[in-house]
């Protein structure tokens, strides 16, 4: 069993938590198709998160591979989770990581962690769309849609804590 996190932003978090799957669009078997976590070293300069302002805080009970070299080939397979120095310095590479491969699933969310009350509320504007989003892009009724972003964020945590929350890596829009 190993405890790992990924950066994203508050939308993504919440989106990825509820619809229960990671969604990307990069090619198969390239250096990004799948899911990439921040290991033992922590962030480096160039790790480049799309979103900031949320920790998606996740176990991964499957196999782990031993430390790869920053450009090994054929780590695609699904339910692996591959060791680019993700466990610590093992082989030159300016970006280390973990990383999961598209197809795999089994991931169990054990947390979000938001930046600030802020990112919260923002991400779930964003993940409801419609009147939500319209409301905070207007910056009215913050004190209603404070209210409403904690008590669905309870009520995912309530999932989360139950263990209900297990997601997928999908190569999807």
Known sequence: MLEI????????????????????????GGYDAGMNFIGELGEYRNTQPKGRGAKLHVIWRGEISDPVQFDECNCNRPNVLYDYNGSGEH???????????????????????????????????????????????KKLFKPLLKRLALTSQRRLNQAINAGEVVIDICRQR
């Open 91 to 137: 082989f030159p590479n300016n970006d280390p990581r973990y990383f999961l491969p598209y197809g795999s699933s089994g991931l169990r969310v054990t947390k979000i962690e938001f930046e600030n009350e802020e990112a919260l509320i923002e991400g779930w504007a964003h993940y409801k769309k419609s009147w939500p989003l319209w409301l905070y892009n």
């Open 5 to 28: 996190f990924h950066i994203t932003s508050p939308f993504k978090a919440i989106n990825i938590a509820e619809k229960r799957r990671y969604k990307s669009l990069n090619e198969y």
